[in-house]
């Protein structure tokens, strides 16, 4: 059974780079299902993340933030369990050799952000009218840069900046350094539609920064 739910895996990521999305939900579907059926707790989040990102592909905001939903909830719970062992923050899978539990939750973050973001340009949600304003909204933040606390409200652009941050700040302290850097790219676009030009150029050299970091490991 295991192996017919890496089967459909490999097919939904197949039917998926052709742009055959309709086609992928449904592998990725089946892939969950047998995951749930074999204990397969750790293989959901991969799972789920790439069911929302088909969602997501076909318009279906509302859908995608779902699955990103339970994606961030099954990784973050796994990571409240895990044990260290020598400094190792990995557990066995049936799927794969191994998963980066905390990776998982910050590529969570990353999905969920990208999600609420893109559903709240569908509905113009950075409309100055919305309670509240977008730009207030991320103004409230004011410590420590890599520490912005900005507001979960009914707002969804400062939802997503809140996911944004807080994949930036566990991405740090993990050294994922791609992630880091799609971190600090998502942010420098909020803080450009909100017109906050400081934010903006902060997270920019972030972005920057984060580049050359990469290139000098």
Wanted: proline share 2%; with cysteine.
């Amino acid at each position: 059974r295991t192996n017919q739910g890496q089967a459909h895996n490999h097919l939904a990521s197949c039917v998926e780079a052709s742009g055959a999305y309709a086609q992928a939900i449904q592998s990725h579907l089946q892939a969950r299902k047998i995951a749930k059926e074999v204990g397969n707790r750790s293989g959901e989040p991969v799972i789920l993340g790439a069911l929302g990102g088909c969602f997501t592909a076909l318009g279906q905001n509302l859908q995608a933030i779902a699955c990103h939903e339970e994606q961030l909830s099954i990784a973050h719970a796994m990571t409240e369990g895990l044990v260290v062992v020598k400094g190792s923050r990995y557990l066995g899978t049936a799927w794969v050799e191994i998963i980066d539990l905390h990776h998982e939750v910050v590529n969570a973050l990353l999905d969920l952000g990208v999600a609420t973001l893109t559903d709240s340009r569908v509905h113009n949600l950075n409309d100055p009218n919305c309670s509240p304003p977008v730009a207030q909204g991320l103004q409230t933040a004011d410590t420590h840069p890599w520490q912005l606390e900005y507001t979960y409200n009914a707002d969804m652009q400062c939802r997503s900046a809140a996911y944004f941050v807080r994949a930036l700040n566990l991405a740090k302290s993990q050294g994922y350094g791609l992630e880091v850097e799609h971190a600090h790219l998502y942010l420098a676009f909020l803080a450009f539609d909100a017109d906050l030009e400081d934010k903006a150029l902060f997270h920019a050299r972030g972005y920057l920064q984060s580049i050359v970091d990469r290139t000098h490991l």
